[in-house]
């Protein structure tokens, strides 16, 4: 099958188009072709080797967690899902694997993909909306008429997460820079901080919850700006574990104000959530550009920029 490989890690232009073998399904995974593929921060991190450490170097290495494709066989333990079916979901393979023909996932990386979207929004949305979901409302139950910040938020996790926010009924602050105004005035922020103008650290503002998506903030930068029992979530999950013995530290004189982070899990029910508040258009995804399978390189220069509005898809089938 065709796939986009690395077999050293560095820049964009380590991408090369190969065949090579397609994987085989075990008894709990099924076998996908794959239509599109969503770009995420992970993949490029990961193209530059930045989890070599824990994840080794099993070269050849096929990218891409994001997935949209039709199920095309079932290993004899799975229930769930039947070929013909179009999922969506994030792949669970040390590297993900989806920037190919064909890829395998673990039934609880899948849901069926809702009727109201495009094949590019399905593989856009798996990843972002988990990661908001399982953050706002496991890691800090975000609720009704509570103040959140989000700093970051015209990127793929940015947007969604503010939809979620919106739908939990709390007031919604969004900090993104000139160029993001008018993406983000759709999703009518109670406020919108230009970063390039105003340093939101500069604010008087005081928020349950201030949600660092970009997590270029540290919780001693940020905790004079949550209110006494507020919750700083960043989500750069390995800074923020190097940060644990500072943070707990700074936890002690802080009246209650916590320091959190997330890794996002695998799980098919948040993934049918999320598919119903698709259906209902409750939630909706923004796609910045589309490209094909030869122009991963340039999918991966633009992602890396880390200014687009919304997320990057690539087309591998139709
Ligand atoms: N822990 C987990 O499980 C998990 C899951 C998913 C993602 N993540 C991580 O979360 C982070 C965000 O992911 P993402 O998919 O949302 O990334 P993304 O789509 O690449 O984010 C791009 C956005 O970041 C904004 N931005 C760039 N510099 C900024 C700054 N200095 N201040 C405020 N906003 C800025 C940009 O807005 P402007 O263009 O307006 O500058 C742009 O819209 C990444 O580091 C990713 O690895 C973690």
Redesign the pocket.
């Known amino acids: 099958m065709k796939a986009a490989i690395i077999d050293q890690f560095g820049g964009p232009e380590v991408f090369k188009i190969k065949e090579i073998e397609k994987p085989k399904v075990k008894p709990d995974q099924l076998l996908v072709k794959v239509k599109t593929v969503g770009i995420?921060?992970?993949d490029w991190?990961q193209r530059k080797g930045n989890h070599k450490f824990v994840l080794g170097s099993p070269f050849p290495i096929v990218l891409g967690y994001d997935v949209c494709g039709e199920v095309v066989e079932v290993g004899n333990k799975i229930s769930k899902f039947n070929v013909g079916d179009d999922v969506f979901g994030v792949l669970n393979n040390k590297y993900g694997g989806a920037m190919a023909e064909f890829a395998v996932g673990n039934e609880f990386c899948f849901a069926i993909k809702p009727k109201e979207i495009s094949k590019e929004e399905a593989a856009a949305f798996p990843?972002?909306s988990l990661?908001a979901l399982q953050a706002l409302r496991d890691k800090v139950g975000l609720k009704n008429n509570q103040t959140v910040v989000f700093?970051?938020?015209?990127?793929?996790?940015?947007h969604v997460a503010i939809q979620i926010a919106k739908l939990i009924g709390a007031k919604v602050i969004t900090?993104?820079?000139?160029?993001?105004k008018k993406f983000m005035s759709q999703f009518n922020p109670d406020e919108f901080i230009d970063?390039t103008e105003q340093n939101v650290l500069n604010t008087n503002i005081k928020a349950d919850v201030f949600f660092d998506?970009?997590?270029?903030l540290t919780f001693p930068k940020v905790k004079h700006l949550l209110k006494s029992g507020g919750t700083y979530l960043n989500?750069?999950?390995i800074h923020s574990i190097t940060k644990l013995p500072v943070n707990i530290l700074h936890q002690i004189f802080s009246k209650g104000k916590k320091a959190k982070?997330?890794?996002?899990k695998h799980d098919s029910s948040d993934l049918d959530m999320i598919s119903k508040w698709i259906q209902e258009k409750k939630i909706k995804i923004c796609l910045d550009k589309v490209f094909n399978l030869d122009q991963v390189h340039k999918a991966h220069q633009y992602?890396e920029q880390?200014?687009?509005?919304?997320?990057n898809v690539i087309v591998i089938s139709e």
């Open positions: 995420n921060p992970i991190k990843m972002v990661t700093n970051g938020a015209s990127g793929g996790v940015g900090v993104a820079s000139k160029s993001s970063y998506v970009i997590g270029n989500l750069n999950y982070t997330i890794l996002m992602a880390g200014h687009n509005k919304g997320k």
